[in-house]
């Protein structure tokens, strides 16, 4: 086995070993060579180049989304750090253990005028849950600060940062390893949880129950939890596509339901509990109506964090969200007195049939084709979305429950939506598909810069030749202001970009071509496959405005 010569690289591939990372995204460059050397030839590790170091964090990201483990991304000093950010902060916020390994150069050679160096130190330190700034010597203190920034990173699921400064030579080799570090036990101790009396008089008395599941894991929750759930008539659970949470009774398009509603029936919703988990929630409407009709009691169930999103937390419990519910359904009573599920449920059915209705007469635009792309996705499969428009459309529609929805609400950026999706579909054993609008394809087109791209990974692109979702937004006037700098009016295709980097190219402008061209997309490739829908652009938000108005019908 070769291993580099310089004592600390050997130390922190040895830590890593220890600590359990096989995946490391490795983009190029001569400081972190050291680094490059030992990984790649060392078989406990699977290595992935990406050029482009904000997409090789994206990707790494979409890794560990998956595999709920961390991985790590290895750069070279200087401002190839910098682009990093945007991944760290998406982990952070979205709780997904990601290691940044940045090579560096000694200290001396900071701030001398010596070229590509930076303050690389605590760089993230907004955004890293523990930095770890080494020194230039293998040491037991060194070992003990990469073992703790992993250990945190699994314990608290984000993103560390170790620092490791190198100086040359970078690429010498040898046949042995020199340094031997020692596995650090750090389990964290386990918390017991009881349920109060308080939480379960409260929870008996509450004849309007609320819970609202923001983005969560498949299979975080027992079908058995619930079937008790929906079995209680003053429960009302609102789910979102990210939160992959199924149940006949379960409301999955809260915007269908709610954007229509009077203050009447706003004040009938006000839950008196609301009881929320899971990760970041998409709906803005949903948001204001909790804010504006907020619960007596609001209690927010997580291992690590309390947001009080709504400005009315009252209690933070901190547990699992299995814990919580596996302690608390077997001591409280199932209300089957209150009409509260009903009345929700009624209000969705009327929904339903209006949405259908609606449907069936919508003219060719991006509701419509949104529309017919869920009806035409395969079973089981990992579909990861783009942010802005494609997410909130996805929202108003009905999904096959056997597939799995991913985005990166963290932050919720354009950026990294492709590169995260590779990612994913890398670590994943399913199919994945990407459902994206154009500004955010477009803005990470570097992602399509990958080697590792799976040939059964496909994209639909949905081009309405701009920012489209401005137009739905207040201050959408059709001016050069709003058309140039908002909107970002463009013509751009992705056809040269599929001849670029080697992906079947598909096209589509209308309803057939649309179908058409989908069943083709999901046929068996020996390539990655990519369909571009064009849809009318000054029309969209008009369907969909006209949506909102028929389903109050």
């Not at 149940?247 to 398009?253: A, D, G, R």
């Not at 639909?460 to 920012?467: C, F, K």
């Amino acid at each position: 086995m070769i291993y580099p010569k310089i004592p600390l690289a050997q130390s922190v591939i040895e830590v890593c070993r220890l600590q359990g990372i096989q995946h490391i995204v490795i983009s190029p460059g001569s400081r972190n060579a050291p680094l490059t050397i030992g990984f790649t030839n060392n078989n406990a590790f699977q290595c992935y180049s990406v050029v482009d170091e904000r997409c090789a964090a994206f990707f790494a990201l979409g890794m560990a989304q998956q595999l709920r483990k961390p991985v790590a991304v290895v750069c070279t000093s200087g401002s190839a750090l910098l682009n990093y950010y945007p991944a760290v902060a998406e982990a952070f916020y979205s709780q997904i253990p990601l290691v940044v390994i940045s090579a560096d150069r000694p200290k001396e050679k900071i701030d001398i005028g010596d070229g590509q160096t930076i303050r690389q130190e605590n760089v993230f330190s907004n955004h890293s849950l523990f930095n770890a700034n080494l020194n230039e010597d293998a040491s037991i203190e060194n070992d003990s600060l990469m073992f703790e920034a992993i250990t945190v990173s699994v314990n608290q699921k984000g993103p560390v940062h170790i620092n490791v400064p190198f100086e040359e030579p970078l690429y010498d080799t040898q046949d042995f390893c020199s340094v031997k570090s020692v596995f650090k036990n750090n389990n964290n101790s386990v918390e017991t949880f009881q349920i109060s009396e308080d939480i379960v008089q409260l929870w008996n008395n509450a004849a309007k129950k609320m819970i609202l599941v923001g983005e969560l894991f498949p299979n975080t929750l027992s079908s058995e939890i619930l079937e008790k759930l929906a079995r209680d008539e003053s429960i009302v659970v609102f789910t979102e596509k990210t939160s992959n949470l199924h149940h006949s009774t379960f409301i999955s398009n809260i915007d269908t339901i709610i954007t229509p509603f009077s203050d009447e029936n706003f004040q009938q919703l006000q839950p008196d509990l609301l009881i929320t988990f899971g990760g970041m929630v998409v709906s803005k409407r949903v948001k204001a109506f909790l804010r504006s009709y907020q619960p007596q009691h609001h209690w927010h169930i997580d291992t690590l964090r309390a947001y009080d999103t709504y400005g009315c937390l009252t209690n933070y419990i901190k547990t699992d969200v299995t814990t919580f519910f596996n302690k608390l359904l077997p001591v409280v009573q199932s209300n089957h007195n209150s009409s509260y599920q009903q009345f929700v449920q009624n209000i969705a059915a009327l929904r339903k049939k209006n949405q259908e209705k609606f449907q069936a007469t919508a003219p060719f635009s991006d509701f419509k084709v949104f529309e017919t792309i869920v009806t035409k996705l395969p079973s089981n499969i990992q579909l990861q979305v783009s942010n802005s428009s494609a997410i909130r459309y996805l929202q108003l529609m009905n999904l096959e429950t056997s597939i799995e929805v991913f985005c990166n609400r963290g932050t919720s950026g354009i950026d990294g939506s492709t590169s995260t999706a590779i990612g994913a579909a890398v670590a994943s054993e399913k199919p994945t598909v990407l459902l994206t609008g154009d500004i955010s394809f477009f803005y990470d087109s570097n992602a399509l810069w990958n080697g590792n791209i799976p040939t059964n990974f496909k994209i639909i692109l949905i081009n309405n030749s701009g920012g489209g979702i401005f137009r739905i937004l207040p201050g959408h006037q059709e001016n050069k202001t709003f058309n140039h700098f908002f909107e970002t009016t463009h013509n751009l295709t992705a056809e040269c970009l599929c001849k670029m980097f080697n992906i079947k190219y598909l096209m589509a402008k209308n309803e057939s071509e649309v179908e058409q061209n989908l069943q083709l997309l999901f046929e068996k490739n020996k390539q990655p496959t990519l369909l571009e829908v064009f849809t009318p652009e000054k029309e969209n938000d008009k369907v969909l405005k006209d949506f909102f108005k028929k389903l109050a019908s």
